[in-house]
């Protein structure tokens, strides 16, 4: 049973109803989701807020692509500039020159052997220590490696050169001479003229390109310095036609091999 006041409500709501009833179906649907409509503008006048505050300004804002998605929405992408241009910059610092230089089979073997003791090591040690030492005076630095020096992985340098001498067995009167092979791995070219144009200077050798062999073009050095490291093998001389220059007067050919490496630094 209904009291007057229920009754009084109860018409109210009935009235409300047939206005609504009678409404356009656009109107009733906006009134019945009035909540979700609201939040809708607050969030659409909250992004344009915030689209207003962050776009640059045309002065100091330059437009440089276009983002287009299928479907015709399209809108320009900006990139802020200084206003004014950079007119100076500072040169970036070359890294230090460092030169890597092999002994050739140090602290592995002794490489070939003459009939009376002399070892190919010796040799090599010979020739690459007064190499370094002319280096060092003229302000280079030269780290002397092993043969499989654990700091060849990865070693990164300005140029790597492996210093080997060649067999002491006489073939014939032709066996004399030095050689150079260049690393495939890197482009060499460069160090390798630079070497080969200095070395024949200072030794007056001939150079004995059609006995070079795969061990020096496949040479294992070259498979383990970091890339972008030129790198060069070369045979300095026989050790027997070619003894007394790479053995007595071993300063020569450690003369070629320096002149050969500041050649290549512009030195």
Known sequence: MLTFAGISV????????????????????LIGNFPIVLFLLLAMGG??????????????????ATASI?????????????????VQRVAQSPGPV?????????????????????TEVEVNTDIA???QAQLAARGVQADLLDEFD?????????ALISIHADSCVYYNDLATGFKIAGSSFTDSSR???CVEAAYREATQLFYHENTITPHMTDYHAFRKVAPGVPAIIIETGFMNLDREMITTNAT????????????????
Request: net charge neutral; with cysteine.
């Open 10 to 29: 109860y018409n109210k709501r009935m009235e409300f109803g047939t206005r609504q009833a009678g409404a356009p179906i656009w109107l009733r649907i």
């Open 47 to 64: 992004m344009t807020a915030v689209y207003w505050f962050f776009t640059p300004p045309e002065s100091s804002a330059e437009m440089f």
């Open 70 to 86: 299928s479907g015709g929405l399209t809108a320009p992408i900006y990139k802020t500039v200084p206003d004014k241009p950079v």
């Open 98 to 118: 460092r030169i890597g230089i092999i002994v050739g089979h140090r602290n592995s073997d002794s490489g070939a052997v003459c009939d009376d003791g002399l």
């Open 129 to 131: 220590e007064q190499v």
């Open 150 to 158: 654990a700091h060849l992985t990865n070693y990164y340098g300005t």
């Open 191 to 193: 160090l390798s003229i």
């Open 252 to 267: 020569v050919p450690a003369t070629g091999i320096s002149n050969g490496i500041l050649c290549y630094l512009g030195r």
